[in-house]
């Protein structure tokens, strides 16, 4: 049976913002300043809600159970190419964020009198370099987190699309025997 669009285009939107993300997270990885401006970061991460939720509607509507131990034998059994996909995005990125250092001591800022980490009211001065890092971090951490669930995004709408199939199937051969 050939996947109806609605999830072709699920799938395609997941991996196509799951692709972007990861992009996002290697250019943190270049020297200099951050290439990724915050607001895309902020964006992407933002887009995980409609998308991620989307997704747990369509498992709930087919049957698909979306948490606990379950859930990673319901997802292993979606196409390869979504699994194979979906898994290299995210090593991928967690190569990048392993790579790239942890998180900042503080949030960054920057004022007319130079460049601070700011951790809980406490403003430490840092060079230039340290700041721009430590916004780099900030961009990587949201654009990983995103990345992740838009890859998790695609399975789970692959494995609702494989349970309405089943379902259908097993309505077909039902209905031939009556």
């Known amino acids: 049976m050939a996947v109806p669009t609605s999830y072709k285009v699920q799938i395609g939107v997941s991996m196509l913002l799951a692709g972007l993300a990861a992009i996002a997270v290697v250019l943190t990885l270049l020297p200099g300043r951050p290439v990724v401006p915050e607001a895309v970061g902020l964006t992407l991460f933002g887009l995980v809600f409609p998308v991620f939720g989307s997704a747990m509607v369509r498992c709930y509507r087919a049957g698909v159970q979306a948490r606990g131990p379950e859930v990673l034998v319901v997802l292993w059994d979606t196409p390869r190419w979504v699994r194979v996909a979906a898994g290299t995005l995210t090593a991928g990125v967690v190569l990048c964020v392993a790579l790239g250092g942890g998180a900042a001591g503080g949030q960054p800022e920057r004022t007319a009198?130079?460049?601070?980490?700011?951790?809980?009211?406490?403003?430490?001065?840092?060079?230039r370099a340290t700041y721009e890092s430590a916004l780099k971090s900030g961009v990587r951490g949201f654009d990983?987190?995103?990345?992740?669930?838009?890859?998790?995004?695609?399975?789970?709408?692959?494995a609702a699309c494989r349970a309405e199939e089943e379902a259908l199937a097993e309505w077909g051969w039902a209905r031939r025997e009556v």
């Open 113 to 127: 009198e130079g460049y601070y980490l700011n951790h809980h009211g406490d403003r430490q001065p840092v060079s």
């Open 144 to 158: 990983a987190a995103a990345t992740f669930f838009f890859a998790v995004s695609a399975l789970m709408a692959a």
